[in-house]
T-cell receptor
Framework: EDKVVQSPLSLVVHEGDTVTLNCSYEVTNFRSLLWYKQEKKAPTFLFMLTSSGIEKKSGRLSSILDKKELFSILNITATQTGDSAIYLCAVEASGTYKYIFGTGTRLKVLA | KAGVTQTPRYLIKTRGQQVTLSCSPISGHRSVSWYQQTPGQGLQFLFEYFSETQRNKGNFPGRFSGRQFSNSRSEMNVSTLELGDSALYLC????????????FGPGTRLLVL
C-alpha cells in the first residue's frame, strides 16, 4: 500500500534556529512530491519536486528530493514565529494521479 | 486569478441529517479533489473529479458522494451524518491530472451534534 511518512511529528524551536523536516515515501510509480504549509485553514503550496538532487528555494525555505532513497527534506533557516504551522508532504503516483498525504509535522517557533 | 472557493465556510448539523458542500475551482482547472481533515487522522482523501467523472476514490463509506458539473464546480454530499463526520472539509483544484500542483480552498468546517 502506498504511504507517506513525515518526521518528526512535532517540533519546538526558538527563533533563529534552523529546522529540517523529513518526508519518506513508498509509492508505486512516483510522479511528484509537494510540500504545503498549513496555518489556520487551507494548506498553502510551497514546493513541487519531481527530479532528484535539484534544490528548490524560496527565501528561507528550501527543499530537495532523493528518488533513490525515497525521501525529501524541507529546510527552514533563521526560523521566525510566523513559520509556526503544520507542514504537509504529499506524493503523487503515476497512473492513479492521486496525492497521498503524510500526517504532517507540527512546528512551533518560540520568540 | 481568484483562488479556490468553498461554501459554506461553517456548518452545524445534527446526527442523521444530510449536508451538501460546494467548491468552485480556480478558473481553467478541470480537476477537483475533496479531503477530510481531523486532528486524529490528518488529511484523508475522499475523491477526485476530472471532467465530470470520478477518477479516484478514497476509503470512505457510501454516505459520502460527490459530483462535478460541466463548469468544473463540484459538490460533496454526506448523508445520514454521524458525530465522527465533524471535520474540516477541504477542496483542492488543479489544472490537469498528472504532475500538476494542487491548490486548496479555505475549507468548510462541519460540526455534527
Amino acid at each position: 500500500e502506498d504511504k507517506v511518512v513525515q518526521s518528526p511529528l512535532s517540533l519546538v524551536v526558538h527563533e533563529g534556529d534552523t529546522v529540517t523536516l523529513n518526508c519518506s515515501y513508498e509509492v508505486t510509480n512516483f510522479r511528484s512530491l509537494l510540500w504545503y504549509k498549513q496555518e489556520k485553514k487551507a494548506p498553502t503550496f510551497l514546493f513541487m519536486l519531481t527530479s532528484s538532487g535539484i534544490e528548490k528555494k524560496s527565501g528561507r525555505l528550501s527543499s530537495i528530493l532523493d528518488k533513490k532513497e525515497l525521501f525529501s527534506i524541507l529546510n527552514i533557516t533563521a526560523t521566525q514565529t510566523g513559520d509556526s504551522a503544520i507542514y504537509l508532504c504529499a506524493v503523487e503516483a503515476s497512473g492513479t494521479y492521486k496525492y497521498i498525504f503524510g500526517t504532517g509535522t507540527r512546528l512551533k517557533v518560540l520568540a | 486569478k481568484a483562488g479556490v472557493t468553498q461554501t459554506p465556510r461553517y456548518l452545524i448539523k445534527t446526527r442523521g441529517q444530510q449536508v451538501t458542500l460546494s467548491c468552485s475551482p480556480i478558473s481553467g482547472h478541470r480537476s477537483v479533489s475533496w479531503y477530510q481533515q481531523t486532528p486524529g487522522q490528518g488529511l484523508q482523501f475522499l475523491f477526485e473529479y476530472f471532467s465530470e467523472t470520478q477518477r479516484n476514490k478514497g476509503n470512505f463509506p457510501g454516505r459520502f458522494s460527490g459530483r462535478q458539473f460541466s463548469n468544473s464546480r463540484s459538490e460533496m454530499n454526506v448523508s445520514t451524518l454521524e458525530l465522527g463526520d465533524s471535520a474540516l472539509y477541504l477542496c483542492a483544484s488543479r489544472m490537469d491530472l498528472g504532475g500538476e500542483t494542487q491548490y486548496f480552498g479555505p475549507g468548510t468546517r462541519l460540526l455534527v451534534l
